[in-house]
């Protein structure tokens, strides 16, 4: 029999343990619209950060072009809409920095709504190398295209 001993938050235990890598140092950032008083950089800071929204409606596109290949272990996506109710849908795909396709590593569906779904935090863990770009592109509103896309925070490690 194995037995383990954990805390009352094993999830809490391993994000706080992860190394994430500072984006702000390593890569170039491309979006296709931003609110200038939600700028794509608040994405990469630490806490207390008002997020990114797009000036735009529609389909949004945040790419991360990095400055030298690197390998990624784990990706961390935080979504956050108290005020709407919508069904967004988002996809992520990576670039290799020997070429070809881009590669989708995961398309997602959730539905917001102000009275009880008002963030969406995904987590995944990847075995991604030679990554020269990864792109997330946002269907903000699947239903009627009426809010702007919003990101709180990516992370990458």
């Not at 700028?39 to 800071?45: G, M, T, Y």
């Not at 959730?110 to 863990?125: C, H, L, M, R, V």
Request: hydrophobic content about 35%; proline content about 6%; glycine content about 6%.
């Amino acid at each position: 029999m194995r037995k383990r001993i954990i805390g009352p938050d094993p999830m809490r235990d391993r994000q706080s343990s992860a190394s994430w890598i500072d984006l702000r140092e390593i890569a170039t950032v491309e979006v296709t619209s931003e609110d200038p008083k939600f700028p794509i950089e608040s994405v990469f800071k630490s806490e207390g950060a008002s997020g990114w929204r797009a000036a735009d409606r529609g389909q949004q596109t945040v790419r991360l072009i990095f400055d030298q290949p690197l390998t990624v272990r784990r990706l961390q996506f935080c979504f956050a809409d108290a005020e709407h109710e919508r069904t967004q849908e988002f996809s992520v795909r990576w670039f290799s920095a020997e070429g070809g396709e881009p590669k989708e590593i995961v398309r997602q569906q959730w539905n917001f709504s102000p009275k009880g779904s008002t963030q969406e935090i995904e987590d995944y863990a990847v075995n991604l190398e030679n990554v020269s770009a990864l792109e997330l592109v946002i269907k903000p509103d699947l239903r009627h295209d009426e809010v702007p896309a919003t990101l709180a925070e990516w992370r990458v490690g």
